[in-house]
């Protein structure tokens, strides 16, 4: 069975799509291609990747499904479209042609409307989705959980992913409301997480693993091995630590008597499995 990193991410500077991306986010602020990834997932492994959307256009979408028609190591694009549009279905019916496209991401952290997901035409896009069975990767902080399960409970089959574990204060070492919300989402069986992004929700200059453990925890224990992904975040992750610690701090806090089958759906199976990846 390949393994497969669930989330990481390209971008070139020059598109000029990237608003979140400014100088100020100092190493990040740079081209990450293909190229730039192949000896990290050497070093670990990893023969395939889900690329995630990183700018909120159909034009990076189209960038990313580009890079993935020479990259094999690019198992799926995850992409973008609007979910607000009247002309979502027919642009959505166009990215389905490409056999790398394999879901969509609406960044709802970055809205400044909490309840957006649950707006009456981005509802009704949801409907499609749900429909044609299309995942789609959620990208929200705590704050927004409780309007993901409203929308659960009006589409109980949405093929969902929670990116970076719905971002917990992880710097804070707090963890409710996060673990009592996060485990609402659980209730669902469409609905999976990703092992992601942790790092970057520490303390960026004194983290340690045992500060992610109590996340990795109960993420296991309300979701399950059958329902979680690994994840890089990388680029984003190298603001604090480098690829291969990702990786292995991870392996370090999944549970010991942890089987090999357990093992390989967390690094592989689940998401070739959640994403259609023969």
């Known amino acids: 069975m390949d393994r497969i990193d669930a989330h990481q991410h390209y971008w070139k500077l020059d598109r000029g799509d990237y608003a979140w991306l400014t100088p100020e986010y100092g190493p990040l ?22 690329v995630v959307q990183a700018a909120p256009t159909v034009e990076e979408t189209e960038f990313l499904l580009k890079l993935a028609d020479n990259h094999p190591s690019i198992a799926g694009v995850v992409g973008w479209l609007n979910l607000e549009s009247d002309d979502f279905p027919a642009k959505l019916q166009r990215m389905s042609r490409h056999p790398k496209f394999v879901g969509i991401r609406p960044m709802l952290q970055d809205l400044p409307q909490d309840d ?20 789609m990767d959620i990208l929200v902080f705590p704050r927004h959980l409780p309007y993901i399960s ?3 409970q009006m589409f109980p ?7 970076h574990l719905a971002k917990p204060p992880i710097h804070a070492r707090v963890l409710e409301p996060w673990r009592s919300l996060i485990a ?19 303390d960026h200059e004194n983290w340690k693993p045992s500060d992610l453990r109590p996340y990795v925890e109960h993420v296991l224990s309300v979701f399950g091995p059958d329902r979680v992904m690994f994840g890089s975040d990388w680029p984003v992750c ?8 990702v990786y292995q701090t991870l392996q370090d806090l999944l549970p010991k008597d942890l089987s090999h089958e357990k093992w390989d759906l967390i690094f592989g199976g689940n998401a070739a499995r959640f994403y259609g990846i023969e």
């Open 29 to 50: 602020y740079r081209d990450f291609l293909p190229q730039d990834l192949r000896p990290y997932l050497d070093s670990c492994g990893i023969s395939k990747t889900i």
């Open 150 to 152: 409203r929308l659960l």
């Open 238 to 245: 190298t603001a604090v630590a480098d690829y291969e610690t």
């Open 184 to 202: 609402e989402i659980a209730e669902y069986p469409s609905v999976m997480c990703k092992l992601s992004g942790m790092v970057t929700e520490a």
């Open 157 to 163: 089959k949405l093929h969902g992913v929670i990116d």
């Open 116 to 135: 957006w997901i649950l707006r009456r035409q981005v509802v009704d896009n949801v409907a499609i989705i749900v429909e044609q069975e299309i995942p």
